[in-house]
């Protein structure tokens, strides 16, 4: 922590005490205690002064305090659905700080009928639904134990479950988070209610965070907000997702996790291990708990991708250029750890400490094969991917009831999210990097052309001449031969990124009356974003035809056979064994890193590195935000409550990088901008009983642009057309606007559960988009790639959530449940093609489509599960100068996984968990649905285990 930064917390930490003894003298009086159920902490109860709207509701560890309270005997009511209600009265004096210990609430005899007590799912679910009934926003929550009872290993997998939430996959897990069918880049992802900072290298210069290095081991409540308040951050058009840490509970706890797991597609074993320890000390003053998990798993993944001709003009729009045949093989394991402190300095002022450690590391092995229909050539390539994703930091934050009803809470964080790709290199243009082989046989010719020589797909061939969509194969009439195959090319690629945030922020809040309270604060934010890539490549003489070059062949080197060769893409009957051929070890594989750099291969292999390209791809940005906002919460009867203030951002961005000159030299430069964001919420919520909610928002919101549309550089390659390609960022882009209504109804049944619609819609403006250009440079047809806003868009759905407990059956079908949400979402925006020409076009990553649907059965201490996930099609490129027939559209998908768990006793659980049972493919498709341009199988992974509860 720099020297100012303690100062700051040092003065703010005097003043709080300062104002603590100046308003308390004043003051009336308080009370305060922790309210209980049969299982734990109960968050979210309804604490009311009677009589009056005065009150509060518990925390997450199911704590309050409530101040302010007029002097005399007084009566106080604790009310939480599907609950008894418990009063209790307490003499207040002027400065009393009354405790009322430890309430324990009873469910509802009649409704619940004591099975909270021995079910494993619907304490969590209570609790989720508390708070979600009591939020003043629109949103949903989910609770530790409710992910812990789907086989769910990152958070990104367990928010799936959420209406409206869906997710991007990467190696067969969940990775990224999409609220409403949003790009990734328009919705806020913290901790805490901190921002996630996005470094990872698959982030690619976005402000998108990847879940899957964050165990969902170390969550307790994860809440999707989307609808927002103006103490929350603005730039967040489709959602917040506010991941919040364990915090220490009142009693001595120890929790531990044992797993062992299996993947059938790879043969690959693996293991899950959590524990979770808490304790309190100084007789209740300190708090410590402390988490730390580790899972191993086998990862493989069978791989086609079918690229075809639509940008070559020579060639016809639908022909086939070449196939690829991809296995992924390697290791994954997520580990992370987390501590954290809280001490009561007395009841009136918290102090609160934490810190955690993620890393996500990675080792693959890719080995492809490609089929070059056009160029009658046939290619192998092995490479490894070597990678750490790392997410790390802390916060200190404090709260202090001042008195008089005044509250201040205030916090400090900083996190850090680190990734690198290699390993040390002892090279003359990279520190770190990834050796890529490339071998090369000329001479291949294929059969199963049309009349016109080129290769199809049947339905798209002049003559019907081609293979079916399910059944590609190459029909090569020479086969591979290891003595013709020579090494071709070699690259070395290193990717490293960081991003790190600093946050201060304070909240200040009163009671003013008992149907007005009035809350204001700030916070600024200090981000640092890095992304630096190395590439160092090498090309062989001999394939580019100097004479007496020397020749590579794939049989000079140690090779080892394809594992599993005879099962790869078994899914479409495994028909490619016999063009398999042995790929060169990792060991020859590794060597050849330190190998391009000796004397022998300098003499075969000619360094066409660009250095300049290099410094043109990096990027380097500081990022300054300044927030500050005011709101009120107003009871305007004892049914509706109106939320609503106004949100400032002051955003400054300053990018270092570099432009090219007339002259052909770099030039260094960095650009800034400066933008201002006024953003006004309202909330009205009208609580028709205590079970019903209807529920009504207008937000204005924003998205920043992402990092690498803003990067001053321009970067020259060939396109696919052979014709170069320029292309560049844009500083002076202006951030994405939203107006949003959302309309919300909610039914919470009295025996746990709840049934609720809602609509929602979203006027979006300065949607950013890549614009094409194309000018003649020297003579030559260049076309340039620059984001631009557009004019407008707008975006709008559907939410139906039904869970209940299947109660009002007889017998046995009273033991079974159900969750099930869908969402129906729909979106235009404005993309202009040209000067003259626009074009209306869904948003990209938006299906329209979404719904989850689990059935579960609970009796005696075993709980079973089955849910599926669902999510339609959707585009994920728009290719504008090949027209709509040639978007790139990603296929609906739908999962299947299995839970079941059995208590053996009270503190020891047996647990079985299944993944992707129907062995679903992740498709790309070009255009339609039957011409497929990627296919790949993840296979079915599961694991077993044990839990224990002390």
């Known amino acids: ?26 003051g009336k009086g308080a009370i305060y205690g922790t309210v209980l159920d049969a299982t734990g902490p109960l968050p979210g109860v309804s604490i009311k002064l009677v009589g009056t709207n005065t009150g509060t509701i518990t925390d997450q560890s199911g704590k309050f305090f409530l101040d302010n309270i007029p002097t005399g005997e007084q009566t106080f009511e604790f009310s939480f659905i599907g609950y008894s209600k418990v009063t209790k009265s307490a003499l207040i004096t002027e400065e009393s700080n009354i405790e009322l210990g430890t309430i324990h609430l009873d469910e509802n005899a009649t409704e619940l009928e004591s099975v909270i007590i021995t079910s494993q799912y619907l304490p969590s679910q209570v609790r989720a639904l508390g708070l979600q ?80 290095v964050f165990p969902s081991e170390l969550i307790e409540y994860a809440t999707v907000t989307k609808a927002l308040t103006p103490d929350m951050e603005g730039d967040a058009i489709g959602g917040s997702i506010n991941l919040q840490t364990r915090k220490v509970a009142d009693d001595f706890g120890l929790n531990i996790n044992l797993g062992a797991g299996y993947n059938e597609k790879g043969d690959q074993p693996g293991y899950n291990f959590a524990g979770i320890f808490q304790k309190r000390f100084l007789d209740g003053k300190l708090g410590v708990i402390a988490s730390a998990s580790s899972w191993s798993r086998g990862v493989t993944q069978d791989n086609q991708i079918i690229n075809y001709n639509y940008m070559v003009e020579e060639a016809p729009t639908y022909s086939i250029n070449n196939m690829e045949l991809r296995q992924y093989r390697g290791q994954r394991v997520t580990t992370g750890g987390y501590l954290a402190t809280d001490y009561k300095i007395n009841e009136r002022n918290h102090i609160y400490i934490n810190g955690t450690f993620n890393r996500m590391s990675e080792d693959y092995q ?52 680190g990734s690198l790709m290699g390993t040390p290199l002892n090279n003359e243009y990279m520190e770190y990097g990834l050796p890529f082989t490339y071998f090369r046989q000329n001479g291949v010719t ?126 479409m009957g495994a028909p490619y064994g016999k063009n398999l051929l042995p790929h060169i070890t990792m060991n020859e594989l590794d060597r050849t890193a330190a190998w391009i750099g000796s004397k022998d291969a300098q003499g075969s292999f000619i360094d066409l590195t660009d250095t300049d390209n290099l410094l043109l791809a990096n990027t380097y940005a500081r990022e300054n935000v300044s927030a500050a906002y005011i709101m009120g919460e107003w009871q305007l009867n004892n049914k509706l409550l109106f939320v609503g203030g106004i949100r400032y951002e002051n955003t400054f961005i300053q990018m270092d990088g570099y432009e090219m000159n007339n ?25 028709a009983n205590e079970q019903t909610n209807l529920r009504f928002a207008y937000t204005r919101t924003f998205a920043r642009p992402n990092f690498s549309q803003l990067n001053p550089s321009t970067s020259t390659n060939m396109g696919a057309n052979g014709l170069p390609t320029v292309s560049g960022g ?29 609509v929602f819609f979203k006027q979006l403006n300065d949607v950013i988009y890549t614009n094409a250009s194309q000018r003649m440079v020297d003579g030559t047809l260049t076309t340039f790639y620059r984001p631009e806003n557009s004019n407008s868009g707008w975006l709008a759905g559907l939410e139906l959530v039904f869970s209940k407990r299947l109660t009002f059956l007889p017998g046995f079908a009273s033991r079974f449940g159900i969750d099930m949400n869908y969402t129906y979402t729909a979106s ?107 296919v790949e199988y993840y296979g079915i992974r599961g694991q077993i285990g044990l839990r224990y509860n002390l």
């Open 1 to 26: 922590m720099k020297s100012k930064d303690l100062v700051y917390y040092l003065s703010l930490i005097v003043m709080i005490f300062g104002l603590n003894s100046l308003l308390h003298a004043q």
């Open 133 to 212: 009934q009591k939020n003043l926003t629109i949103g949903n929550v989910i609770a530790a134990d409710q992910v812990g009872k789907l086989p769910d290993r990152n958070a990104a997998e367990a928010l799936q479950r959420v209406p409206g939430v869906s997710i991007t996959r990467y190696r067969g897990e969940g990775q990224m988070a999409i609220v409403r069918g949003t790009p990734m880049e328009w919705n806020s992802m913290m901790i805490n209610g901190s921002r996630l900072p996005a470094g990872s290298t698959y982030s690619g210069g976005t402000r998108s965070t990847g879940l899957d």
């Open 366 to 417: 890719t080995r492809q094969y490609t089929f070059h229909f056009d160029d009658n050539a046939a290619e192998m390539l092995t490479r490894r991917n070597a990678a750490n994703t790392d997410l790390f930091g802390g916060e200190i934050e404090g709260e202090h009831h001042l008195g008089k009803g005044w509250k201040l809470d205030w916090k400090g964080s900083y996190y850090e999210t």
């Open 446 to 571: 294929y059969g199963g052309r049309s009349s016109d020589g080129y290769k199809y797909l049947a339905m798209d061939s002049p003559n019907g001449i081609g293979d079916p969509s399910y059944r590609i194969l190459p029909h090569n009439e020479i086969p591979l031969n290891p003595d013709h195959m020579n090494l071709n090319m070699i690259l070395l690629v290193g990717v490293e990124g960081r991003e790190a945030d600093q946050n201060y922020q304070f909240n200040l809040e009163n009671q003013l009356h008992d149907k007005f309270k009035l809350k204001f604060g700030g916070k600024h934010r200090r981000k640092e974003h890095q992304m630096i890539t190395g590439q160092a490549v090498y090309l062989s003489m001999a394939g580019i035809g100097i004479p007496d070059a020397t020749v590579y062949p794939l049989s000079s080197f140690n090779t080892e056979t394809l594992p599993q060769k005879n099962q790869f893409l078994k899914e």
């Open 663 to 687: 002259d052909g030299n770099l030039k260094a430069v960095s650009p800034s901008n400066t933008y201002h964001s006024l953003l006004p919420m309202a909330h009205l919520k009208y609580a």
């Open 730 to 758: 844009n500083m002076n882009l202006n951030p994405t606007y939203a107006h949003n209504i959302d309309l919300m109804g909610e039914y919470f049944f009295q025996d746990i559960g709840l049934v609720s619609a809602g």
């Open 828 to 934: 235009e925006i404005e993309i202009p093609v040209s000067e003259d020409e626009l074009v209306y076009e869904p948003l990209k990553n938006q299906p329209k489509h979404l719904y989850n649907a689990s059935l579960y059965y609970e009796h005696n201490g075993l709980m079973l599960r089955l849910a599926a996930n669902y999510k339609g099609a959707f585009i994920s490129e728009y290719r504008l100068e090949a027209g709509a027939n040639h978007y790139q559209w990603y296929d609906k998908m739908f999962m299947l996984d299995a839970s079941g768990s059995y208590a053996i006793n009270n503190r020891i659980q047996m647990y079985a968990e299944v993944n992707n049972l129907t062995n679903a493919p992740l498709v790309y498709y070009h255009g339609t649905p039957d011409r497929p341009e990627e």
